[in-house]
């Protein structure tokens, strides 16, 4: 007579194959739900401190199938494959950066910053001076946002620097660049540096941004951050009223990217 498992045995062999089952069934939803890359669209590498790509409510919001990037991201992604980075290992095999208030950088990786825009690299660059982006997390705490730009090496290096003007600190501003509304708080401004004569950057928009022809790349310098978060470009109900924009803040950040990507020439940006 064949013998026969067990109640104990049975019950072990189905917790098995329902972990198995589980598990198959988890591996299949990973990859459903991984982002695919289109490899026709341009590669952008992205450094950024702001909380574009990911949630700052830790693992629970991280893996919430609702979770959904921040729209500024969101915008990105539908025109660039985004190469999102922790340092600067595989900038030699990107020509087009966007820093958005990235972590503070040392000397050898300044250096090297430098170096990749002098080769023919193009950056944009928003260093904002005084980031008023809502976090999660206390001041001082290593995953919030970092509050001011920490490159001033490297703008110094270029002829510039980033200052807040005592008259704009605390206040929203709106100002008319490249035909559009752009709204931001707490802007900086670049200044030529004391004592140097410009020579690589040209300044723009009452400091606002400045273009910066290094070697033979190039780097635009926006000063501000703040300009990517939602409340002032989305605005409160805009978007699903008319289906467009309150503010220009991205459809200028775009055009920025589209102009380096393209090469376009630095007087057709300052001149508009």
Known sequence: MPKTFGPAIQKRLLVGILLVLALVFLLSAMRYFRPVQNTQLPKLGLMTTLPLQWSEGGIEAAVDVNAAPHPAYARL???YNIVSLDNLDQTDRLSLLLLAQPRAMSPA?????????RRGGRLLLLADP???????????????????????PLFSHWGVELVLPINKAEQISGRQIDGLTIRTLTPGEWRAKA????SQCKIAADGFYADCAVGKGRALLVADADLLDTPYWQ????????????TG?????????????TGTPSGDIMGQ
């Open 249 to 261: 803040n991205m459809v200028w950040i775009e055009k920025l990217l589209r102009r380096l990507h």
């Open 195 to 198: 004592g140097v004569a410009l």
């Open 130 to 152: 005084a980031l008023q982006w809502g976090s999660l997390y206390p001041l001082g705490d290593k995953r919030r946002p970092l509050f001011t730009s920490m490159l001033s």
């Open 235 to 246: 605005g409160r109900g805009a978007r699903m009223l008319t289906g467009s924009d309150e």
């Open 77 to 79: 992604i539908a025109s």
């Open 109 to 117: 990786e300044l250096v090297k910053l430098d170096a990749w825009v």
